[in-house]
């Protein structure tokens, strides 16, 4: 299903051939459809080889983020992170740089996988927190390691405060869209951040997480790899169960100003994916609506 305007077709046949062409030594291996994002289709190669494609070109920039930054992070980080095996180039078939990684093994962050959802927030914290304390070698916020989660909420109000309006239509029935629009006021009216900037990951959901018995394994997709400030790195736990989250806060020591800022983040990426794919994506609009529900109940709680 296509998720973005000028999406560029991608099937079996495509990554054979980009494979025969680029990388003929593993174009007889297996090969299996492994899922699809936002950003990437995914496809199985082997038993230890992923295979991903992006769906636009404008997301082709993420993958080259990786290609460079990946070697660089990955050794400096204790939990383990997808490993670039092949910087693919536009063929004829498919136009678009593309990847391959060595293959992670690791399951869904789901209920039945996690035994203790504390120890899951603190090994979660334990690995912003290394990554946050790497050495920006150089690096600054501009160009491709530039991603509005990392800037200012105040530059993203005009267009989430009409995502809002848009949940009002959609979801206001089943949401109190009026106390997400009032916990999003409140933040911005909070001082900016004063910290340095810091690597930030971007995009800590739970599908971009791995689970191998009952821990965290891995940290995967580092399409939205950027240089910012770090309160938007923390909105993905109200994706996690409260036990997790707390624990997490607690772990990083995060103050009540950079927490209201990291709820706002939350809120941003819950109504702008209910608001962009409402019509293409529904399991994705079903977690954002899943996140935005934590939230309003995280809130009443306090």
Not at 266 to 291: K, L
């Amino acid at each position: 299903m296509s998720l973005h305007e000028n999406e560029v077709p991608v099937d079996e046949e495509i990554v054979r051939s980009v494979l025969r062409e680029q990388c003929p030594q593993w174009q007889r291996l297996p090969l299996s459809f492994a899922g699809a994002g936002t950003d990437n289709t995914m496809y199985r190669l082997g038993d230890d080889l992923l295979v991903r494609l992006p769906r636009t070109a404008e997301k082709a920039g993420s993958l080259r983020k990786e290609q460079e930054w990946l070697p660089r992070l990955a050794p400096l980080l204790t939990c383990p992170v997808p490993a670039p095996r092949h910087a693919g180039t536009p063929t004829a078939a498919f136009p678009l740089p593309w990847s391959v990684y060595r293959w992670i093994d690791g399951g869904e962050v789901r209920s039945d996988a996690v035994g203790d959802w504390a120890a899951f927030g603190t090994d979660l914290a334990a690995f912003v927190r290394e990554l946050h304390d790497i050495d920006l070698m150089g690096a600054t916020r501009q160009g491709d390691l530039s991603w509005y989660r990392g800037g200012s909420l105040r530059d993203c109000d005009e267009w989430i405060s009409r995502c809002l309006e848009d949940c009002r239509a959609t979801v206001g029935g089943e949401l109190d869209v009026d106390a997400l629009h009032r916990l999003w006021r409140a933040a911005l009216a909070l001082p900016e951040p004063a910290g340095p900037h810091v690597w930030l990951h971007g995009d800590l959901r739970p599908a971009n997480l791995l689970v191998r018995d009952g821990r965290l394994c891995a940290v995967i997709d580092f399409g939205a790899l950027s240089i910012g400030l770090p309160d938007a790195e923390h909105a993905a736990v109200w994706d996690l169960p409260a036990p997790a989250r707390h624990a997490y806060r607690d772990a990083l020591k995060v103050d009540d100003a950079t927490w209201a800022r990291a709820r706002a983040w939350a809120i941003a990426v819950g109504v702008s994916g209910v608001s962009y794919y409402w019509h293409t994506y529904p399991e994705f609009v079903a977690e954002c609506r899943a996140r935005l529900r934590a939230i309003l109940a995280d809130s009443a709680d306090h």
